[in-house]
T-cell receptor
């Protein structure tokens, strides 16, 4: 059973470009979470999605950021018109439908660098 | 409010025990976690404790929870060089699905 997969692992963008980050949850997991880690800081929650639904987006910046988790395919975190302050590591986590375990499993992250 | 605090650095001698401390503010936490992050890598779940427990032991790891003081600690026995990493304390609230992370404690090992 493969773990949470994220790609690309490293992404370089120039200011004003778009960044697309992909996350494939663990097999059987239907809940996906995105977190952002700024340099030398802890992880900050961004958004929680289930298939085709955004459940909690309280940590998402109001502009330029969007997330989706379609019925088929990976979850996508999209950042439009990137700025230098978007440079960070973006981690995806997944958990199974049974929330009794309450455990989130993290992917290796995508490190975004904005030039 | 939601806040998790940890000291930033800890240095221990190889073979000694490491104790990493954490405090949190929200008393409605359901689960508390310890994650390990090695340089350039993702987060590895080390252990977690349910909020109605006060201790959990797993091989070299011991987690102690003082719910009254909202204090969580992770003890690593016989610390090895491979334990060098950043350790994140985190809590999950009853009212939300998100996990709140501390800023991490960087553990370094002296020979």
């Amino acid at each position: 059973n493969a773990g949470v997969m994220q790609n690309p692992r490293h992404l370089v963008r120039r200011r004003g470009q778009e960044a697309r980050l992909r996350c494939s949850p663990m097999k059987g997991h239907s809940h996906v979470y995105w977190y952002r880690q700024l340099p030398e800081e802890g992880l900050k929650f961004m958004v929680y999605l289930q298939k085709e639904n955004i459940i909690d987006e309280s940590g998402m910046p109001k502009e330029r950021f969007s997330a989706e988790f379609p019925k088929e395919g990976p979850s996508i975190l999209r950042i439009q018109q990137v700025v230098r302050g978007d440079s960070a590591a973006y981690f995806c986590a997944s958990s199974p439908p049974d929330q009794n375990t309450d455990t989130q499993y993290f992917g290796p992250g995508t490190r975004l660098t904005v030039l | 409010g939601e806040d998790v605090e940890q000291s930033l650095f800890l240095s221990v001698r190889e073979g000694d025990s490491s104790v990493i401390n954490c405090t949190y503010t929200d008393s409605s936490s359901t689960y508390l976690y310890w994650y390990k992050q090695e340089p350039g890598a993702g987060l590895q779940l080390l252990t977690y404790i349910f909020s109605n427990m006060d201790m959990k032991q797993d091989q070299r790891l011991t987690v102690l929870l003082n719910k009254k003081d909202k204090h969580l600690s992770l003890r690593i026995a016989d610390t090895q060089t491979g334990d060098s990493a950043i350790y994140f304390c985190a809590e999950r609230l009853a009212s939300a699905s998100k996990i709140i992370f501390g800023s991490g404690t960087r553990l370094s090992i002296r020979p």
